[in-house]
């Protein structure tokens, strides 16, 4: 069963930094792409980051330069490094793993920034 598991979501003030991890099953994790996306409350899922196997990334405009996402593949591991965030980037951040048809999603870490 493919699982992906994030952690590192939390409360953050404005300008902080925060890091997230999101562990898949080894079976999926070398070949396929794996990306974050958000949702905040009455809002729909977006895009936030994606990185291929072999390390292309592309982000959304809203965080190019703030956010940097990066994969371990030895720990079967994609990361989400945060920084100078905004009140803008409270969201729910989603691992997502995705080849050709096939996708699957994580339950998700809840990202506050607020003062």
């Known amino acids: 069963q493919v699982q992906l598991v994030e952690s590192g979501g939390g409360l953050v003030q404005p300008g902080g930094s925060l890091r997230l991890a999101c562990t898949a099953s080894a079976t999926i994790f070398n070949s396929y792409v794996m990306g974050w996306y958000r949702q905040a409350p009455g809002k729909q899922r977006d895009l936030v980051a994606i990185i291929t196997s072999s390390g292309i990334t592309n982000y959304a405009d809203s965080v190019k330069g703030r956010f940097t996402i990066s994969r371990d593949n030895s720990e079967n591991t994609v990361y989400l490094q945060m920084s100078d965030l905004k009140p803008e980037d409270t969201a729910l951040y989603s691992c997502?793993?995705?080849?050709?048809?096939?996708?699957?999603w994580g339950q998700g870490t809840q990202v506050t920034v607020s003062s």
């Open positions: 997502n793993a995705r080849k050709g048809w096939t996708t699957y």
